[in-house]
């Protein structure tokens, strides 16, 4: 044989198998940073939704407005379907070890909020009887006072 066909073969021989190799890697590494794309967009996702609950809650404890509480309980409700698909895109990917743990959090973190709610509720419903009661009180006292 000559050398130009034993190089040919040789570099076939190297040269084939190298090429299957690198393209197997090639699209293993893009189904790889496809999925973290996805766990990336996720959590970026869950990240903003907190971010708006927090400022959400920050207003209604400085103002003790309702609406606010409405709304942090409605960005619950939005937020739980998210939490849930990362931790079942986690999980299903074996990226997450205590996916539990995540949605034990939350759910205690609403069920707190939830509670911190209506006892501030209850509290205004108190404070607005004392009121009544108060001005209530106050007529009588004048109408004694006076008559």
């Given at each position: ?11 076939i021989v190297?040269l084939l ?131």
């Amino acid at each position: 044989m000559s050398l130009r066909i034993k190089l040919g073969a040789a570099f076939i021989v190297v040269l084939l198998p190298l090429l299957v190799v690198l393209l197997g890697g090639w699209w293993r590494m893009n189904i790889v940073l496809d999925r973290q794309q996805t766990a990336f967009h996720l959590s970026r996702e869950i990240e903003q939704f907190f971010s708006r609950v927090n400022s959400e809650e920050q207003l209604f404890i400085a103002t003790g407005d309702l609406r606010h509480s409405r709304d942090v309980l409605v960005l619950f409700s939005d937020l739980r379907p998210r939490i849930e698909r990362f931790q079942h895109f986690s999980t299903e990917n074996g990226m997450l070890r205590h996916g539990a743990t995540v949605i034990d959090h939350f759910n205690a973190f609403q069920s707190g909020f939830t509670g911190f709610v209506s006892q501030v509720l209850d509290l205004q419903t108190f404070k607005s009887r004392v009121e009544r009661e108060s001005a209530r009180l106050q007529d009588v006292a004048d109408a004694v006072l006076n008559g």
